[in-house]
């Protein structure tokens, strides 16, 4: 009877066991499809979306009354030029530097002090009543206004590869949308006495606006995010999911140059609580500035100058497209100023709706980047030459919308061509490097602009057609070995 009895009780134990054993396992796939559904923070991704709106919303409605305030202040038109290509020469060199430091002390703290110290300048541009003040305004906004460039970098770091492009797109589509309604705004406000400075102080109040939203974000998503996407690309390891929960965080703490350089402070974060020792913005600055340069030289040393080189070809390409507009058709098509400013408004809307056609057309395409950037470099190309050659405004009309499709792709294929050569870790470098990339173009665009249009007026968007064909030809020599490296990369973790 005794053996009897202990048989039965041990057979209940394994049944028992095995229950425990299946609850175990059912509670691992819930914690996998809740992972799994994190995967995805899209509150703060839906504010940063409205980050980015409000962002290039204030900026526009500066950017047309600039000039004009220039001359109010009794500048000449050489002076006035010298002036407003302070900013971008500003942006030239900042821009990569700024966005190596967001990689070190963190996108929340950078992104901070770049809407903080933006707000200042527009601030300060609504006080300038003096040619010398203007200038000395527009030297914080052009080294610190990089806040878009942090955003697409924080993107990057919340989403998997695959829904990079498709997340890009939308932001970049509210970004457009603000751009569109910004200059509606400021138009208004210049109507009014002082309107010039009462627009810089509403674009002043609509950055610290921002920051205060910024401040706000539920940072703990992000946290939480990368966490669980790393635990999940784990979950086939002996070890328990406490105990990989901690590794991760220690591993994302030391390999992202997350705020919090502790697993501890991992925690406190996401439990709503930090310690001002704790993050990496009070770090000395030596650390700092070493740390970014170090990441500057790394992407200044690798093998990205064809991938960069596409980026300035196209940039400068398309801005000549657009440097005499309104000019050429004008003389033309005897197309008055209103009629223009109709169709760049239309190219406009177009270039904000396509932000949302990049993720089915990614997906279309298999997520391959490389080749989708080709097609698009080579449409962009066709366009500007049928532009160039237009015999009547309807063909303007028809090439300026598939224009503004193409070149929306395009820009959202590159920067992520660029993360994706580069990688996720310097995503911040790597897109303020890219910037300071488009900043030299804005600097040639003018100066090639005027030697064309000597010859005539469709010169500009004829050698925009040439510099096309170049990015084209790189692209032809150099994907097939894009292709092979991404290849050897998919192949690797397998072995």
């Given at each position: 009877?005794?053996?009897?009895?202990?048989?039965?009780?041990?057979?209940?134990?394994?049944?028992?066991?095995?229950?425990?054993?299946?609850?175990?396992?059912?509670?691992?796939?819930?914690?996998?499809?809740?992972?799994?559904?994190?995967?995805?923070?899209?509150?703060?991704?839906?504010?940063?979306?409205?980050?980015?709106?409000?962002?290039?919303?204030?900026?526009?409605?500066?950017?047309?009354?600039?000039?004009?305030?220039?001359?109010?202040?009794?500048?000449?038109?050489?002076?006035?030029?010298?002036?407003?290509?302070?900013?971008?020469?500003?942006?030239?060199?900042?821009?990569?530097?700024?966005?190596?430091?967001?990689?070190?002390?963190?996108?929340?703290?950078?992104?901070?002090?770049?809407?903080?110290?933006?707000?200042?300048?527009?601030?300060?541009?609504?006080?300038?009543?003096?040619?010398?003040?203007?200038?000395?305004?527009?030297?914080?906004?052009?080294?610190?206004?990089?806040?878009?460039?942090?955003?697409?970098?924080?993107?990057?770091?919340?989403?998997?590869?695959?829904?990079?492009?498709?997340?890009?797109?939308?932001?970049?589509?509210?970004?457009?949308?603000?751009?569109?309604?910004?200059?509606?705004?400021?138009?208004?406000?210049?109507?009014?006495?002082?309107?010039?400075?009462?627009?810089?102080?509403?674009?002043?109040?609509?950055?610290?606006?921002?920051?205060?939203?910024?401040?706000?974000?539920?940072?703990?998503?992000?946290?939480?995010?990368?966490?669980?996407?790393?635990?999940?690309?784990?979950?086939?390891?002996?070890?328990?999911?406490?105990?990989?929960?901690?590794?991760?965080?220690?591993?994302?703490?030391?390999?992202?140059?997350?705020?919090?350089?502790?697993?501890?402070?991992?925690?406190?974060?996401?439990?709503?609580?930090?310690?001002?020792?704790?993050?990496?913005?009070?770090?000395?600055?030596?650390?700092?500035?070493?740390?970014?340069?170090?990441?500057?030289?790394?992407?200044?040393?690798?093998?990205?100058?064809?991938?960069?080189?596409?980026?300035?070809?196209?940039?400068?390409?398309?801005?000549?497209?657009?440097?005499?507009?309104?000019?050429?058709?004008?003389?033309?098509?005897?197309?008055?100023?209103?009629?223009?400013?109709?169709?760049i408004s239309y190219s406009s809307m177009l270039g904000a709706l396509a932000g949302c056609l990049v993720g089915p057309v990614t997906h279309l395409y298999g997520n391959n980047m490389s080749a989708l950037l080709l097609h698009s470099t080579a449409l962009t190309c066709t366009l500007i030459f049928l532009y160039a050659t237009a015999p009547n405004v309807w063909q303007v009309l028809l090439t300026s919308t598939f224009f503004a499709i193409s070149t929306t792709i395009?820009?959202?294929?590159?920067?992520?061509?660029?993360?994706?050569?580069?990688?996720?870790?310097?995503?911040?470098?790597?897109?303020?490097?890219?910037?300071?990339?488009?900043?030299?173009?804005?600097?040639?665009?003018?100066?090639?602009?005027?030697?064309?249009?000597?010859?005539?007026?469709?010169?500009?968007?004829?050698?925009?057609?040439?510099?096309?064909?170049?990015?084209?030809?790189?692209?032809?020599?150099?994907?097939?070995?894009?292709?092979?490296?991404?290849?050897?990369?998919?192949?690797?973790?397998?072995?």
């Amino acid at each position: 009877m005794l053996g009897k009895e202990q048989h039965s009780n041990a057979v209940h134990r394994f049944r028992i066991d095995c229950s425990s054993l299946c609850q175990c396992g059912r509670m691992n796939n819930s914690k996998c499809a809740i992972t799994h559904k994190r995967r995805r923070p899209t509150r703060i991704i839906r504010c940063i979306y409205v980050v980015g709106f409000m962002d290039l919303f204030g900026v526009s409605m500066i950017i047309p009354l600039l000039s004009h305030h220039v001359k109010f202040l009794g500048a000449s038109p050489t002076v006035a030029g010298i002036v407003g290509s302070t900013y971008g020469v500003l942006q030239l060199f900042s821009s990569t530097v700024v966005g190596s430091w967001s990689d070190v002390v963190g996108r929340r703290y950078s992104l901070l002090t770049c809407l903080l110290l933006s707000a200042f300048g527009y601030g300060l541009l609504g006080l300038s009543t003096s040619i010398a003040l203007f200038v000395l305004a527009r030297i914080p906004v052009g080294l610190f206004k990089h806040s878009l460039s942090i955003c697409r970098a924080l993107l990057s770091d919340l989403v998997s590869e695959n829904e990079r492009p498709l997340v890009m797109g939308h932001f970049n589509a509210a970004s457009s949308v603000g751009f569109i309604l910004g200059p509606v705004v400021g138009g208004y406000l210049t109507e009014h006495e002082g309107g010039f400075y009462l627009s810089s102080f509403v674009c002043a109040a609509i950055f610290l606006l921002n920051a205060g939203l910024v401040w706000m974000l539920p940072w703990s998503e992000t946290i939480n995010h990368r966490i669980d996407a790393n635990a999940n690309s784990k979950t086939k390891t002996s070890k328990t999911y406490d105990g990989l929960k901690n590794s991760v965080q220690q591993n994302y703490s030391d390999k992202n140059h997350i705020r919090y350089p502790n697993p501890s402070a991992v925690r406190s974060q996401a439990d709503g609580g930090w310690s001002w020792r704790d993050v990496s913005i009070f770090q000395p600055a030596w650390r700092q500035l070493t740390s970014v340069w170090m990441r500057i030289c790394m992407v200044a040393s690798s093998d990205m100058w064809d991938v960069f080189l596409v980026r300035l070809l196209m940039a400068v390409s398309i801005m000549l497209y657009y440097s005499n507009f309104s000019l050429a058709m004008e003389e033309r098509f005897q197309l008055k100023p209103k009629m223009t400013g109709y169709l760049i408004s239309y190219s406009s809307m177009l270039g904000a709706l396509a932000g949302c056609l990049v993720g089915p057309v990614t997906h279309l395409y298999g997520n391959n980047m490389s080749a989708l950037l080709l097609h698009s470099t080579a449409l962009t190309c066709t366009l500007i030459f049928l532009y160039a050659t237009a015999p009547n405004v309807w063909q303007v009309l028809l090439t300026s919308t598939f224009f503004a499709i193409s070149t929306t792709i395009g820009r959202t294929c590159i920067t992520d061509l660029e993360l994706q050569r580069g990688g996720a870790q310097a995503s911040g470098t790597l897109i303020g490097a890219g910037q300071s990339v488009t900043a030299v173009g804005r600097v040639l665009a003018p100066l090639l602009s005027g030697l064309a249009q000597e010859f005539s007026p469709c010169g500009p968007p004829s050698l925009g057609v040439v510099l096309g064909l170049l990015a084209v030809g790189v692209l032809l020599l150099r994907t097939p070995k894009w292709d092979s490296k991404t290849k050897v990369k998919d192949k690797s973790p397998k072995q």
